[in-house]
C-alpha cells in the first residue's frame, strides 16, 4: 500500500489543509496505556478517497491541528471500536469527530456479533485476511519497521469499504435511524465516563459497609491526584487489596497504617500522612454523605426467570438479526424482571421497555413472556432458531 509519512509540524499542516476538503476520513490509532496515567498516543493511520497517512505523534510538536480537522463539518469520520479515539478527540477538543461511523457497532445492528474485532469484519464481510502479527508492538519506540507500518495501515485500510457494505445492509433493514440513535448514545456515555469517578471498581470493594465505602472513594481520589501528577498507572501508586485492607480496618492511625503489609515500600511512607488524612476524612462524614450500597441480591425464582429470558433474548435477536450483546446484558434482563416484580422499589421502567427500537424488538416480546401473554417452546433442538414465541392460547 503507497501511503505518505508525517513527521513534522508543517508536515501536518499541509495533510490537514486535504482532510478539510476530503468526503470521509477513516483513522484509527496506535497507543500505550500501562506506563502513563493518560493513554499516550504513539501513531494516528489515516485514510482518505485517494491518499493514506502515517501520522507520527511522537516527533510532532502539536497534533490539535488533526484533531481540529476531524471534528470540522463536511465529512463522514470512520472508525473501527473507536472509543480510544473518541477519547483522544474529546481531549483535544472538546468535541467528538464529527458523523461518526463505528463499523463494529454499525455491524451489531445487522446481526454480527458484538463487539466483533476488525479482522473478523474484514474476513467476514469483506474476504479480506488481516495480519495481528504486531499486536504486541511497543509503539513509542523508534524506528518502527516497516512491518509494523504496513501492520498500522492495514486498520485503515477497509474501514471505507466496510462502512459501505455494513450502511448498505442496514438501509435494506430499515436500521439507519438505529444506528444514529446508538451512536448518539454511545458518545454521551463515552463523554459522561471522562468525569465520573471510577471508585466503585477497586477490586474487593462489594461488600463493605457505607463508612468503609467512603473509605475506599477517599483514598481512590487521592491515589488518582497522586497518578496524575507522577504520569504513572494508579495501581503503581497503591493496589487495591491495600485500598481496601485500610478500608477494613478503619483506622486513622500512621502507625498502624505503617503495619499494613505491603505500605512498608519506601515509596509509601512519605504517603502515610495523607492516607492517614483520608481515612480521617472518611471516619467522619455524616452517615448520609457516605455512599450508597449498591445491591444486586436476586432469590432463586428470580435468577430462573432471569436466566430463561435471557436465551429468549438470544433467539428474539439472532431471528431479528442484531447482536444480542448490543441489545442488553443479564443486568438488563434482570432489571425487567425486578420491575415486572416489584423489586426495584421504584416506578420508572427499565431500558429494555423504554429504549427505542429495543422496545420493540425484545421488550415488549420478554414483557408478555413474563406475563404469561407468549408461550416459549422447544421446535427442534437441532435447528439453527430452536425456540419459537406463540401467543398463550386461552384456557
Known sequence: MSFITIGTQSELANFCERLRSADWIAFDTEFVSEHSYRTQLCLVQVAIPGLTAVIDPLSIDDMRPFWDAVVAPGHQTIVHAGREEIVFSLSATGRPPHNLIDVQLAAGLMGVEFPAGYGTLASRLLGKRINKAETRTDWRRRPLTAQQVAYALSDVEHLAAL???????????????????????????????????????????????????????????????????RDCPARRVL????????AKRELADPNKIRAVRGLERGDLKYALPKLTACIERALHLPESD????????TNPQQTMVTQLLSSALGSICRQAQ?????????????????????????????????????AGVVGEVLKDLLLGRTTLHIIDPRAEQPLAFEPRKPA
Open 163 to 229: 462502512r459501505d457494505l455494513i450502511l448498505g445492509k442496514l438501509e435494506s433493514l430499515g436500521r439507519l435511524d438505529w444506528l444514529h440513535t446508538e451512536t448518539a448514545s454511545w458518545l454521551a456515555e463515552i463523554e459522561a465516563s471522562r468525569g465520573k469517578e471510577r471508585w466503585r471498581r477497586v477490586s474487593g470493594s462489594s461488600g463493605l459497609s457505607r463508612r468503609r465505602l467512603a473509605i475506599v472513594r477517599e483514598i481512590w481520589r487521592w491515589r488518582e491526584e497522586e497518578a496524575e501528577r
Open 239 to 246: 493496589r487495591d487489596d491495600l485500598i481496601v485492607e485500610l
Open 322 to 358: 442484531v447482536a444480542p450483546s448490543l441489545v442488553g446484558t443479564a443486568n438488563d434482563v434482570r432489571d425487567l424482571v425486578s420491575f415486572h416484580l416489584g423489586d426495584l422499589g421504584e416506578t420508572a421502567e427499565p431500558p429494555l421497555l423504554t429504549q427505542g427500537w429495543r
Open 290 to 297: 457516605c455512599p450508597d450500597i449498591v445491591r444486586t441480591e
